[in-house]
Nanobody, 124 residues
Framework: QVQLDESGGGLVQPGGSLRLSCVAS????????MGWFRQAPGKEREFVAV???????FYADAVKGRFTISRDNAKKTVYLQMNSLKPEDTAVYYC??????????????????WGQGTQVIVSS
């Protein structure tokens, strides 16, 4: 497994932006799908975005057009740029590294390494 450390969360007004970062330590992540999930209060954790090792990118419908996932394998870092934030984006955001041989993962079962999460609050 790889250790993941998220940062960049905070309090932002509706319409604002935040950039989350996820730094991996231990083994390389260049051959893993890297995803972001989130969990809002009282709800189950849900898929947000994934960047595959081959460069393909997929988003949940709720964030499409507003969020951008990117990765820098040399820095072992994955980013989530979040624009036009809405109150319903309030959640703890988690970075995750995909299991071996998983190309694109949109469920929790596709991942075997998770960060501790970073809180995002969108409120006026």
């Amino acid at each position: 497994q790889v250790q993941l450390d998220e940062s960049g969360g905070g309090l932002v007004q509706p319409g604002g932006s935040l950039r989350l970062s996820c730094v991996a330590s231990g083994r390389t992540i260049s051959t893993n799908a890297m995803g972001w999930f989130r969990q809002a209060p009282g709800k189950e954790r849900e898929f947000v975005a994934v960047a595959t090792w081959s460069g393909s990118i997929f988003y949940a419908d709720a964030v499409k057009g507003r969020f951008t996932i990117s990765r820098d394998n040399a820095k072992k870092t994955v980013y989530l740029q979040m624009n036009s934030l809405k109150p319903e984006d309030t959640a703890v955001y988690y970075c995750a590294a995909g299991k071996e041989f998983v190309w694109v993962g949109v469920t929790e079962n596709d991942y075997d390494s998770w960060g501790q999460g970073t809180q995002v609050i969108v409120s006026s």
